[in-house]
């Protein structure tokens, strides 16, 4: 009769987190996929500008508001978790942010980071170029933490209930 009540535990336990993942993985999805498409956005903006080499602050200020908005993305996928997927952001972000301080200098807008207003034209530009060069890899990392969050069915594998005495009993 134990053994079935904490069976029946068991079950309920399972259904419950499986309900769980389950509420939980649209929202999830929907922030997953607007820190996608943000971070192509601002991936091919910041292409296109590597390719004109045009860095005026009329040039720069949309790509710095399509930042704006993928640190906002990001915000909700930090939100809505789990923590893999939150931390699989981190290199993506670090790359973007670290272009949008070199785009700060390279059109003269005030923010720019002192140590880096000091830094050669040239090199900002290369810099931030090289850096694009990453972000595919970075999001590929986070399309792959999202893909693994979305599948898992919030059950874990439960190997023993019984206290070890039992296990071993018919």
């Known amino acids: 009769m134990q053994q079935q009540i904490a069976a029946q535990h068991i079950q309920a336990d399972h259904q419950r987190r499986f309900e769980h993942a389950r509420e939980r993985r649209e929202p999830r999805s929907q922030a997953y996929a607007a820190l996608i498409s943000q971070t192509q956005s601002v991936g091919t903006l910041l292409s296109a500008m590597d390719r004109s080499g045009n860095y005026t602050q009329d040039d720069v200020s949309p790509v710095l508001e399509e930042i ?82 979305l599948d898992a069915d919030g059950v874990t594998p439960v190997h023993s209930v019984l206290p070890a005495t039992q296990a071993g009993s018919p």
């Open 68 to 149: 704006v908005k993928l640190l906002r993305c990001r915000a909700r996928v930090m939100v809505e978790g789990p923590v893999d997927v939150a931390d699989s952001t981190e290199d993506l972000i670090n790359m973007i942010t670290a272009c949008r301080d070199r785009l700060l200098v390279l059109a003269s807008i005030p923010g720019a980071p002192p140590e880096l207003q000091a830094t050669p034209r040239q090199e900002l530009i290369e810099t931030c170029g090289d850096e694009l060069g990453t972000l595919a890899e970075a999001l590929e990392t986070f399309v792959e933490a999202a893909r693994q969050a």
